[in-house]
């Protein structure tokens, strides 16, 4: 196919700053990625979409984005008990309750079907930085490549906007200078979340000179110092870092040390000031879509026409839902351990089937009709995914983008399709 195979392919995606055209899952042992079972990810195409369709997401978008200031605002002041219900691990809640900070951006992947004309939120994702550059940058480059226009203009000023009040903040609450601080970027040791993260860190050397880029294994948790980049012994006021915060519970160091502790300590002392990390995490679960549904509409008095018509009914009881429903695992990612169930048989399931996530606690949501898209005469199952970054406390869109599967799920082994106007 030429979206793959095209001469020009590996060139295209290069010049844009996506190294990551192809991916290939890495080696739980060695953490090195497992070359040959790559895969293509990037498609040397751009689909054109009509500017209404573009600006009806990021509308919704917006609406959607005062829901979930809302619900943040609600889960911050549950009790304990709601909280290990709703799937929160009981190692979470106190970095929830002492972290001063409010989330940074997040990811909504939306089923937006037009032809139905059903337009629903199927997960917001706060702690990833997946599918990031492509959305906001990505996006531009192949546009104007193949003749047309971006989709995205105010992507990079919002971006800014901010990181500048993220950065502001997170120096408030430590109590010092936002030109005193040292500001560090890190991520999973991988191309894609590091060249992210790269992406990221750029937008903020316009905003605050001390700047650092490293992987995570140069992270270090040091007791009663809080957290320091390794090589030179940095101490770290401010870190974005994109790791799961479920995965980081159980994290050791060499010497097979639990880490948590040390750093459950560092955030509550206010020796560091971590972005989208546990003020991102309280939006994570996906429980957080069933506690709207039982909320209802009208709890959300001016919004409730947004809850009404952009969030799907969604509850941690299968019957709630009917005999026909979607299954996902509370904090499931990539979605490793999704099932969908039509009329009481299972229809399809995800080919990812790992212990960690279907060992969890479920949600149940109602059966979306996902879009579908033709590329070289081949249909794609459709998701699209919207990006929203806190400027102001206010949830601002900034970046929308496609990525397409051949099958129903879509799960690490999708497609990106950039698009353009």
């Known amino acids: 196919m030429e979206v793959f195979e095209h001469p020009a392919r590996n060139s295209f995606f290069r010049k844009m700053g996506l190294k990551w055209w192809n991916i290939c899952p890495v080696d739980e042992e060695t953490g090195l990625p497992i070359t040959r079972e790559e895969q293509p990810y990037g498609m040397y195409y751009c689909q054109k979409i009509s500017p209404t369709q573009i600006q009806e997401i990021k509308a919704a978008s917006a609406d959607a984005g005062r829901v979930i200031r809302k619900v943040w605002d609600v889960v911050k002041g549950l009790s304990d008990d709601i909280l290990l219900d709703m799937g929160f691990p009981v190692e979470s809640l106190k970095v929830i309750r002492t972290d001063g900070l409010t989330p940074f951006t997040m990811r909504l992947d939306w089923s937006w079907n037009q032809a139905s004309q059903e337009h629903k939120i199927i997960e917001i994702n706060c702690q990833t930085p997946s599918f990031l550059f492509e959305c906001l940058a990505g996006n531009k480059y192949a546009a104007q490549y193949f003749g047309m226009s971006d989709p995205n203009p105010e992507a990079i000023k919002v971006v800014k906007a901010s990181l500048r009040y993220q950065l502001s903040q997170a120096a408030k609450w430590l109590g010092k200078k936002l030109s005193d601080c040292t500001v560090a970027f890190t991520a999973l040791n991988n191309v894609e979340d590091m060249g992210t993260m790269y992406w990221l860190s750029q937008q903020a050397r316009d905003i605050v000179s001390n700047v650092l880029l490293f992987p995570l294994e140069f992270l270090s948790v040091v007791k009663g110092r809080g957290l ?36 459950e300590t560092a955030i509550a002392k206010k ?21 709207i549904t039982d909320l209802g509409a009208d709890f959300f008095g001016e919004d409730a026409w947004t809850v009404l018509r952009y969030f799907p009914e969604t509850s941690t009881i299968a019957s709630d839902i009917g005999n026909s429903y979607f299954a996902k ?26 212990d960690w996530y279907v ?10 009709d996902l879009p579908t898209i033709n590329v070289e005469e081949t249909e794609y199952t459709a998701l699209w995914g919207s990006w929203l970054f806190n400027v102001n406390e206010e949830l601002i869109p900034a970046g ?6 051949v099958g129903p799920i879509t799960d690490d082994c999708s497609y990106y399709l950039p698009i353009g106007e």
């Open 359 to 368: 060992k969890q606690q479920y949600i149940y949501q109602e059966l979306l």
């Open 400 to 405: 929308v983008g496609m990525r397409v599967s």
């Open 228 to 263: 320091h980049y390794i090589q030179g012994d940095r101490q770290i006021d401010i870190l974005f870092m994109w790791y799961p915060l479920e995965w980081a519970i159980y994290d050791r160091d060499e010497q097979g040390n639990m880490l948590w502790g040390a750093l």
């Open 271 to 291: 020796q560091v000031a971590i972005v989208n990390f546990a003020s991102g995490f309280v939006l994570q679960p996906k429980t957080i879509l069933s506690l």
């Open 329 to 354: 695992p509370v904090l499931g990612r990539q979605g490793e351990g999704g099932y969908a169930v039509y009329k009481d048989d299972v229809l399809l399931e995800s080919s990812g089937k790992a």
